[in-house]
T-cell receptor, first 109, second 114 residues
Framework: GQNIDQPTEMTATEGAIVQINCTYQ??????LFWYQQHAGEAPTFLSY??LDGLEEKGRFSSFLSRSKGYSYLLLKELQMKDSASYLC??????????WGAGTKLIIKP | ETGVTQTPRHLVMGMTNKKSLKCEQH?????MYWYKQSAKKPLELMFV???????ENNSVPSRFSPECPNSSHLFLHLHTLQPEDSALYLC?????????????FGPGTRLTVL
């Protein structure tokens, strides 16, 4: 079967760095997406990785290792507004997104 | 309006009611999706439309009935729902169904079935 695993909840301190991991097993691979979802709001697109390596976009970076079925989202210089759920999703061979259950990130002052 | 909009944002209905959820995308996309999001569970894909044609129905009960009159509008008609159908219903769109295109989401409708 297809499976995406990510931690249920993480806590970090304002100004610090946090890494949210995602491991996957899917039927084929057409890229991995990270989305941010604030409570009661739409998931918003953060990043897309299809090749191995690190993609940096401001304070957020996303890493992919296809051979290990592994990705992480790295958030630097954490701000209170980064408190949200972070969703990992893999696009399979049919271009269907397979979703993780999301990681709730709590930022403390 | 920009992006993907959904109405209503909140809906409370009894099990015998009939209601409809509406989604509109202003992005010029060709594919539209309905997802169900329950607490602490992965998003569940319900229906996919590509160029107004339904391409996927992921074993969704018949009490959920989608309608796509054109590439910009998507409806989800609800009737005789069950309390376990209470969830956040998200609409999304992407440029195309076939291809690694990013999906853009609306804010969702929070549905409560009494």
């Amino acid at each position: 079967g297809q499976n995406i695993d990510q931690p249920t909840e993480m806590t970090a301190t304002e100004g610090a760095i946090v890494q949210i991991n995602c491991t996957y097993q899917t039927s084929g691979f057409n890229g991995l997406f990270w989305y941010q979802q604030h409570a009661g709001e739409a998931p918003t697109f953060l990043s897309y990785n299809v090749l191995d390596g690190l993609e940096e976009k401001g304070r957020f970076s996303s890493f992919l290792s296809r051979s290990k079925g592994y990705s992480y989202l790295l958030l630097k210089e954490l701000q209170m507004k980064d408190s949200a759920s972070y969703l990992c999703a893999v696009m399979d061979s049919n271009y269907q997104l397979i979703w993780g259950a999301g990681t709730k990130l709590i930022i403390k002052p | 309006e920009t992006g993907v909009t959904q109405t209503p944002r909140h809906l409370v209905m009894g099990m015998t009611n009939k209601k409809s959820l509406k989604c509109e995308q202003h992005l010029g996309h060709n594919a539209m999706y309905w997802y169900k999001q329950s607490a602490k569970k992965p998003l569940e894909l319900m229906f996919v439309y590509n160029f107004k044609e339904q391409t996927e129905n992921n074993s969704v009960p018949s009490r959920f009935s989608p309608e796509c009159p054109n590439s910009s509008h998507l409806f989800l008609h609800l009737h005789t729902l069950q309390p376990e159908d209470s969830a956040l219903y998200l609409c999304a769109s992407s440029q195309n169904r076939e291809g690694p295109d990013t999906q853009y989401f609306g804010p969702g409708t929070r549905l409560t079935v009494l």
